[in-house]
C-alpha cells in the first residue's frame, strides 16, 4: 500500500529565501507525480506534474524533482514572497489507482 | 476550457440527513474522482467514476454512494449522516485516470 510523507508539516521563513519542501513514497513503481497547492479552506490547484520517466518539471519559480529509486520528490521555491504561504500537498499515482497524499506542508512566507 | 465546478460551495446538514454534492468535469475529462478532506489531513479517496461506472473504492462504507452521467458530471450522496463526515470534499477530473488531476473548489460540509 503506497504511503506518502511530507517533511516538514509547518514552515516559516522569511520573504525571498529560497526554500525545498520534500515528499517520500514506499512504492516507486509510480506512475506520476503531482504537487498542489492549497489555500485554506480551498480547493487544490496543480503546480507540477512529473511523469515516471521524467527527472524535474519547472514553472516559474518553482522547480519538482523526481528520483523514483530512492521514493523521493523535492518542490523547490525561489524567492519566496508572501503570496507563496499556503498548504503544499504532493500525491504519488501508480497505474489506475487513485492518487496518494501526504499530509502537506503547510508555509508561511513572512515580510 | 473550463476547469472543474462543484456545488454548493458551503452546507449544514443535521445528523441523520441526507446530502448531495455536485460536480461539472473539466472538459475533455472521462474520469472523476471524489476525496474527503478532514481538517489538518491530505485528501482521502472516496471512489472513481469512468464511463458511469464506479471503477475504485476507497475506505468508505456504503452510504457514501455516487453517480456519473453521460456528459461526465458527477454527484457525491451522503446518506444517514454522522458528525464525523464533517469535511471538504473535493472532486477531481481526469483522462481516463491518467495524467493529471484537475480539482474543483470544493463543498465543505458541517454536519451538527
Known amino acids: 500500500k503506497q504511503e506518502v510523507t511530507q517533511i516538514p508539516a509547518a514552515l516559516s521563513v522569511p520573504e525571498g529565501e529560497n526554500l525545498v519542501l520534500n515528499c517520500s513514497f514506499t512504492d516507486s513503481a509510480i506512475y506520476n507525480l503531482q504537487w498542489f497547492r492549497q489555500d485554506p479552506g480551498k480547493g487544490l490547484t496543480s503546480l507540477l506534474l512529473?511523469?515516471?520517466?521524467?527527472r524535474e518539471q519547472t514553472s516559474g519559480r518553482l522547480n519538482a524533482s523526481l528520483d523514483k529509486s530512492s521514493g523521493r520528490s523535492t518542490l523547490y521555491i525561489a524567492a519566496s514572497q508572501p503570496g507563496d504561504s499556503a498548504t503544499y500537498l504532493c500525491a504519488a499515482k501508480k497505474g489506475n489507482t487513485p492518487l496518494v497524499f501526504g499530509k502537506g506542508t503547510r508555509l508561511s512566507v513572512i515580510a | 476550457e473550463t476547469g472543474v465546478t462543484q456545488s454548493p460551495t458551503h452546507l449544514i446538514k443535521t445528523r441523520g440527513q441526507q446530502v448531495t454534492l455536485r460536480c461539472s468535469s473539466q472538459s475533455g475529462h472521462n474520469t472523476v474522482s471524489w476525496y474527503q478532506q478532514a481538517l489538518g489531513q491530505g485528501p482521502q479517496f472516496i471512489f472513481q467514476y469512468y464511463r458511469e461506472e464506479e471503477n475504485g473504492r476507497g475506505n468508505f462504507p456504503p452510504r457514501f454512494s455516487g453517480l456519473q452521467f453521460p456528459n461526465y458530471s458527477s454527484e457525491l450522496n451522503v446518506n444517514a449522516l454522522e458528525l464525523d463526515d464533517s469535511a471538504l470534499y473535493l472532486c477531481?477530473?481526469?483522462?481516463?485516470?491518467?495524467?493529471?488531476?484537475?480539482f474543483g473548489s470544493g463543498t465543505r460540509l458541517t454536519v451538527v
Open positions: 512529473i511523469q515516471s520517466s521524467q
Open positions: 477531481a477530473s481526469s483522462l481516463e485516470g491518467f495524467g493529471g488531476y484537475t
